[in-house]
């Protein structure tokens, strides 16, 4: 590395702000937590899961072991303080009638049922404000509908179920040549390994059957060449995805996106017009397209819209899909839970033949006061697209200073609210280490950004957190990442993208 860049390390790890470290408690590098640690068996190893989280009040969490601001909670809230109040006022008063009615053995206001028994009450209320955030093309086709979920990797399996089912009528779906396969990309996360597409551990890479085992390639720092210009890539990847489609694509019925990827890739956008081209060849071949927006959806992409509200990068970027996915956050990120799949074209297929989607739960989208929370938040979209773009205005500056001053060490990309910073290092292993290293540094600092797999970082603010102090802990997090690429030592010679291999003599 350069001796100015390492300078620039030190001098920067040195400026932390000390205002900022001093208002925070720092917690303690081991964690005591007031539960019986050994018996969840939560998201982290059994024994070492997180404390419990007391108070929150916008980016700032206080916890048992004491405050954090976080600044990547996947993109599960969008909103807090008396914004969020008024997204949950609707549902909270309905409770409290609810309440009351229970109390005096009276009838009360339904605010989950049964699927099997009927719908809430507030289901038209929701679909009443999703229509306006469809496509314009979708809108004016009018041939679309939703299927409600309440988390995301279920949509993304309800979007599957529907396409195939419209896209390919009259077919026997149970025949062993049957297209029923799905296309996810090299790199990708559309849910918990054991049961989703693009997940390869524990229980295997197939996702209940459903994902190919031969991933198509993409646009991602791992398959770019060194010295390889942007138009020579994407002219390279499209190329090679049009090759796996012409060796893989009978026995596909889907190919699945992300137009911004999350943790598989720490927030990196696709581009728009290569991300076109892929769609346009996939839907040329008569293959399903899905856009998996539960990341990059309901505005927080930040991007112009394109006709309708912008609520989704597919009408932002003139991606014409048969179906999009929405994440939990649109029920309020308040525990309300509520995601789903939108067929914008083809309903009137399903309908025909008496078909819905397969994917469907006992209490999938039936809380009330998740419909109601989704409303007002659809009703408010438009009026944020300001704050996501004062987000990546107080972000966006930050992170590209650390990408200059790490020397090319730490990658950073992003867009509106979704950010993302990963470490260039071409060995998994040392990203790994480097990973190991940044978390007790932003332990001790207070600071929690979303650790990626892939060794990094990403960051998923709500729309309306301070862009002040976002600013501040985000530059605290950069300060924590040059700190630690000072120590890992590395060669630049490693950095990504590595450079082209020489083609298999024996091939």
Not at 120 to 130: E, G, K, N, R, V
Not at 237 to 242: G, P, Q, R, T
Not at 313 to 324: I, Q, Y
Request: aromatic content about 6%.
């Amino acid at each position: 590395m350069h001796a100015a860049s390492l300078a620039a390390l030190a001098a920067l790890a040195g400026q932390c702000s000390c205002l900022s470290v001093a208002r925070w408690r720092r917690a303690p590098a081991t964690m005591s937590v007031s539960y019986d640690n050994d018996r969840f068996a939560g998201r982290y190893a059994l024994g070492k899961n997180l404390p419990t989280v007391e108070k929150k009040q916008g980016l700032r969490f206080v916890r048992e072991d004491g405050d954090v601001r976080v600044l990547g909670g996947a993109s599960s809230e969008i909103l807090g303080g008396s914004n969020l109040a008024d997204v949950l006022r609707d549902g909270f008063e309905a409770e409290t009638r609810m309440f009351e009615a229970l109390q005096n053995d009276a009838p009360a206001e339904a605010l989950s049922c049964h699927t099997s028994a009927g719908v809430p009450a507030s289901l038209d209320q929701f679909l009443t404000a999703l229509a306006p955030h469809l496509p314009v093309w979708a809108q004016e086709a009018d041939d679309w509908c939703v299927n409600l979920q309440a988390e995301g990797s279920s949509a993304v399996h309800a979007a599957i179920d529907m396409v195939i089912q419209a896209t390919q009528p009259g077919a026997d779906l149970t025949l062993p040549n049957a297209r029923t396969l799905v296309a996810c990309g090299a790199s990708s996360y559309h849910g918990p390994a054991s049961t989703s597409p693009g997940g390869g551990i524990p229980l295997g890479a197939r996702a209940k059957g459903l994902t190919h085992p031969v991933r198509y390639p993409v646009p991602s720092p791992f398959l770019r060449f060194r010295g390889e210009s942007d138009d020579s890539f994407h002219e390279r990847i499209l190329a090679e995805f049009m090759a796996y489609l012409d060796a893989h694509e009978h026995e596909l019925g889907v190919v699945l996106f992300e137009p911004q990827w999350g943790s598989s890739v720490a927030s990196t956008p696709w581009p728009p017009n290569l991300l076109r081209a892929y769609v346009d060849e996939a839907k040329s071949r008569g293959l399903a397209v899905v856009c998996d927006e539960i990341m990059c959806g309901l505005g927080r992409h930040g991007r112009e819209p394109r006709g309708a509200t912008g609520c989704f990068l597919t009408e932002c970027w003139d991606l014409k899909p048969d179906a999009v996915t929405f994440g939990k956050s649109i029920g309020g990120g308040a525990g309300h839970l509520l995601s789903g799949a939108i067929l914008l074209q083809g309903a009137e297929r399903l309908a025909a033949a008496s078909r819905t989607a397969y994917q469907s739960h006992t209490y999938a989208g039936a809380s009330a006061r998740a419909l109601s929370n989704g409303a007002k938040i659809l009703d408010r979209l438009p009026r944020l697209r300001k704050d996501v773009q004062a987000v990546e205005a107080a972000v966006g500056p930050v992170l590209a200073d650390l990408h200059e001053k790490s020397g090319g060490a730490v990658l950073t990309q992003g867009q509106g609210a979704l950010w993302g910073g990963l470490f260039a290092h071409g060995d998994l292993a040392a990203r790994t280490a480097a990973n190991v290293a940044l978390k007790k540094k932003c332990a001790e600092r207070g600071v929690l950004p979303y650790f990626v797999p892939v060794g990094g970082f990403m960051l998923t603010p709500r729309y309306d957190d301070d862009p002040a102090e976002l600013k501040r802990a985000v530059e605290d997090l950069a300060a924590c990442t040059l700190e630690v690429v000072g120590e890992m030592g590395w060669n630049a010679e490693d950095f990504l993208p590595l450079p082209a291999r020489a083609p298999d003599a024996a091939a």
